[in-house]
Structure formats: C-alpha cells, structure tokens
C-alpha cells in the first residue's frame, strides 16, 4: 500500500512538474499599431512562430496612435509605429511606466503617391502632391492631366502615415476639407484603382492595382519611382523608417529574442519579401 501511495504522488508530481513546464513554454507577445507594418507584421510572426512552436504572437492594427495608446496603457507588448513617437506620447510613457519606451528601427519605407492605372499624369514635384492634398490645385489639367477634379483619399488621423506626410509633403498645412478619410492603405488603394481621378498615398508595398507616381524633389530635380534602390540611396524623396517601440521593462526574454530575430538577416529578409525595405547592417548592430 505505502508503494503505491509513492507511486500515485510520484505520477501526481510529474504531472504537475509536467503542465508547469509546459505552462512556462508557452509565450504570448502583443503586437499593435501602424497599420502600414501590419501586414510585414503578421508575417514576421508567422515566420517566426514556426520556428519557435512555444511562442504565439498576435498582431493588430488600428493606426500608430492607437498602438501608442495601447503602450501606454499596458495592454500590447510591441508597438508598430510610421513615424517616430511625439513627445506628447513619450511623457504620457513616462508616467505610465517610468520610462521612455525603447526604439527600434525595423525597416524603411518608400511612401508613394497612387493614381488610377486610366491617369495619364506620371509624375509631380513634391510640392504638387502637398498642394494637391491641401485643395490648392484642384484640377488634373493644372498638372499635365486631363481637365478632370480631382479625387483625395486620405488615412485617418490617428495613422502614422497620415501624420509624415502631413508634415514632410504638405509641411504642416491642413488636408483639403474635401479629402475622404480611408480606414487603411489597402482601403485607399481600392479607392483610388477605382477612380479614374482618385490620388492617395501609402507604402509602397501596397502598390498592386494602381500606378505610383514618379515624384521630383523639385522642379530641377529628375523624376524618381519608389524602389529599393532608390529609398535606399535617397534619391526618392518621399521615405522613412519604420519603427517599433517597447516598454524598457519587457525588453528581454522572449519579447527581446522576437526583436532581435526582426533585425537579423532572417527577419529582414521578410522585410523585403513583403515588399518594403531591409535595414542596412550598420543601423541593426
């Protein structure tokens, strides 16, 4: 009786011992955020997660601004942001977990300027496509194109992208009232491949079903298209970096083994998979 007592706690032991182990072997990151790295996100994970079974990571979107509310409110353990944090959103960090959050560049980006595939404009001066946006030119003949209004379709306020290109193409001025708001980059490229007189803009991973517009940096300058090469050296005009942000306190384990993989040759290989741009070596070490 006594050595089937020692059996019976024995066999209880390891299955305790057993259901902890695997209790610690599983992990659960949160990803939130800019909704122009969600989909280079959800690939990231993917990836990952299937060369490390213990590990679940969930990705969503909802614009940059979202993900930094949801940082510092301590529900999402990565923030995904298209542009750098504002200083507003670093003291509310601050206050909420003693720290500023830590950034990490992840990728670079190419922002284009979509038009119908039916347009027959090819290219515009950044000072243009800022005038465009803020309704000074209003008219697809005052720049080359067919005597036709034109279309805006813009992101909502809350997003990253909206945010860059309201500072570095309109240089702070205001979108044009008539500009319709787009819940996403994938929502603006339907719209615009749908509207012969339509312009938006987005990553340049998000191309497929319209035309990016070649964009001067000024009237001297030669006409460039968004590409590897041409974000990479500077040439296009219109680019930026992508970013993840973390709380100071979470960047180890497992979270800072995932951030570590994003900027490894591997993660930055999906990088260019998905259609944006690696991180060149010297900005990952």
């Known amino acids: 009786m006594t050595t089937k007592r020692t059996a019976l706690k024995l066999i209880a032991g390891l299955a305790v011992c057993g259901v ?8 659960k990151i949160t990803v939130k955020g800019s909704d122009t ?53 670093i003291e509310t960090c601050v ?3 003693g720290k500023r959050p830590t950034e990490y560049k992840v990728a670079l980006d190419g922002l284009s300027v979509y038009v119908s595939a039916d347009n027959g404009v090819k290219e515009l001066t950044v000072a243009q496509v800022g005038d465009i946006f803020a309704g000074k030119i209003k008219n697809w003949k005052q720049v080359g194109g067919a005597d036709a209004p034109i279309t805006l379709y813009s992101r909502e306020n809350s997003s990253g992208t909206y945010e860059f290109f309201k500072e570095n193409v309109l240089l702070g001025k205001d979108f044009a ?8 980059t994938a929502a603006v490229l339907q719209a615009v491949a749908k509207d012969k007189n339509g312009i938006g803009y987005g990553g340049a991973a998000y191309g497929a079903g319209a035309k990016h517009l ?20 500077g040439t296009y005009p219109i680019w930026r970096y992508l970013y993840v942000y973390i709380n100071p306190a979470l960047d180890k384990g497992d979270v ?24 060149p070596k010297n900005l990952r070490e």
């Open 214 to 233: 070649s964009i001067k940096k000024d009237d001297a300058s030669k006409a460039v298209e968004p590409s590897e090469a041409t974000v990479m050296n």
């Open 37 to 89: 790295l969600v989909i280079l996100a959800q690939k990231w994970a993917e990836t990952y997660m299937g060369k490390n079974a213990g590990t679940t990571i969930q990705v969503t979107g909802g614009g940059t601004g979202t993900g930094f509310a949801a940082l510092q409110n301590k529900t999402t353990d990565l923030c995904n942001a298209s542009r750098k944090i504002k200083a507003k959103e």
């Open 256 to 279: 800072a083994k995932y951030l570590a993989w994003i900027r490894s040759d591997a993660g930055q290989v999906v990088v260019k998979d998905v259609g944006y741009f690696p991180l």
């Open 177 to 184: 009232s008539s500009a319709q708001t787009m819940p996403g």
């Open 20 to 27: 902890t182990a695997s209790a610690q072997a599983q992990s």
């Open 95 to 97: 206050k909420a977990f």
